[in-house]
């Protein structure tokens, strides 16, 4: 129930009906990733896409551009570069939330 209220998943159902569509929403940020990746990269998107992108993925968002992308970065070298599985860095992008962001 948790991982959906950090994901912005409406959390009322049974656990099945959870875990489906923390699937669902997971499967959409490996395409959106794919997609991205594809299109250009992070160096193609606006500040308020970049920003879209980090709430998606359960990250603070920053109107600092470096800081977004620096985020992203990290995101894409773990989730396609070191193959991690999406669910374990949202959950630690839950462990991070609690932090201060860091200025670059």
């Known amino acids: ?13 049974v ?3 959870l875990r489906l569509q923390l699937r669902f929403r997971i499967e959409n940020l490996r395409k959106d990733d794919r997609d991205m990746l594809r ?3 992070l160096d193609t998107l606006t500040l308020e896409e970049l920003q879209s992108v980090a709430r998606a993925r ?3 968002t920053s109107k600092n551009v470096r800081i977004l992308k620096k985020q992203l ?32």
Request: proline fraction near 6%.
């Open 58 to 60: 359960g990250m603070r």
């Open 15 to 17: 656990d099945p009906f």
């Open 73 to 104: 970065q990290e995101w894409f070298d773990l989730a396609h570069n070191q193959h991690v599985p999406i669910s374990l860095i949202i959950l630690s992008r839950a462990l991070h939330y609690s932090k201060k962001v860091e200025s670059v």
């Open 1 to 13: 129930i948790n991982m959906c209220k950090f994901l912005g998943i409406p959390s009322v159902g």
């Open 39 to 41: 299109e250009g990269g």
